[in-house]
């Protein structure tokens, strides 16, 4: 059995133009894996063509070219079984209104060819927090029990890889948190493999183990949280002075400006000047130093960072 939940090779996706508008290639050839049991995260502004990967996976927009294959099946030769291994909760509303949670689920269990004897559709709504509302028609719901719905759907038939498609956009804080309670719960007690994708990269940063970022229609950058996060040279000393300065500190490679709050923001590039040789060109200028820390790169440094340098 593969290592990977996810195998993309070569994967390409060209929209015909409108008239005499051009052809559009959303994607460029992307070669991806993504690991059985994982946290990832695909990450990437409007346009960057997450959208378009996600439903190839889904089996909802047909490739150009490539290979995809989910859990060992490969989605030309099993397209059933490669389908089976995904669900989705999508990021649009897409509820018929006329029906209830319970029977939103039990028709969707059906469509999977989920027998009646193996369905879980009480169990799920009470996982997702509906129990209460499973006779209530769906356009009675709030905007947050739709969402919470829509987990539930991708879940009926047990499915090994669970794509997440900006599921907090919107939300309230007692949504985000059942969310991501859930998603931890299926991936550490089933070993579901959560492909999620977020603007909020915050949530990406804590939530997940791997993380792609794509820009314009290419994968631009595919590695650990953690690895990401230290791909980025530039460190930021702030000291809080133990009184006014009137001299910034100077030295090559080295950044200073005065922030609002009275401390100094010392930039640089922890390569070519040491935490020590900083600390040295401040005792220069003549500041005392009353308290200092550090600022970490976060996972919106590496983005803008990684994104700029793709478009360049």
Wanted: hydrophobic share 40%; with cysteine; charged share 25%.
């Amino acid at each position: 059995m593969s290592h990977d939940a996810i195998r993309i090779e070569g994967l390409r996706k060209t929209y015909r133009g409108a008239k005499n508008e051009p052809a559009q290639e959303a994607l460029k050839g992307i070669d991806l894996t993504v690991p059985r049991g994982s946290v990832f995260g695909l990450l990437g502004a409007n346009g960057a063509g997450k959208s378009t990967l996600i439903n190839i996976l889904a089996g909802l927009v047909v490739k150009s070219a490539g290979r995809v294959e989910i859990c060992g099946w490969d989605q030309d030769v099993n397209p059933r079984q490669s389908r089976a291994a995904i669900g989705v909760m999508p990021q649009e509303l897409n509820l018929d209104p006329f029906f209830t949670p319970r029977g939103a689920l039990e028709v969707q269990a059906g469509l999977y060819g989920v027998p009646k004897s193996e369905r879980r559709s009480d169990a799920i709504l009470e996982m997702v927090g509906l129990s209460d509302k499973a006779e209530a028609y769906a356009r009675t719901l709030s905007g947050g029990m739709r969402r919470r719905l829509l987990l539930g759907k991708a879940l009926v038939h047990s499915p090994s890889v669970l794509v997440l498609d900006e599921p907090t956009a919107g939300v309230d804080i007692e949504l985000r948190k059942m969310l991501w309670e859930n998603v931890r719960k299926l991936n550490q007690e089933r070993g579901m493999t959560i492909i999620l994708t977020t603007h909020y990269l915050e949530e990406a940063e804590e939530m997940c183990d791997e993380i792609a970022i794509m820009h314009q229609g290419a994968v631009v950058a595919r590695d650990s949280t953690r690895n990401l996060l230290g791909q980025l040279d530039s460190k930021t000393m702030v000291i809080e002075p133990a009184e006014a300065v009137s001299t910034l500190p100077e030295v090559e490679n080295l950044t200073a400006e005065s922030r609002s709050d009275g401390t100094l923001a010392l930039t640089y590039s922890a390569s070519q000047l040491s935490a020590d040789a900083v600390l040295e060109a401040v005792r220069a200028a003549n500041i005392r130093i009353r308290d200092v820390r550090t600022e970490q790169a976060d996972l919106e440094d590496v983005f803008l960072s990684l994104t700029r340098s793709g478009a360049a």
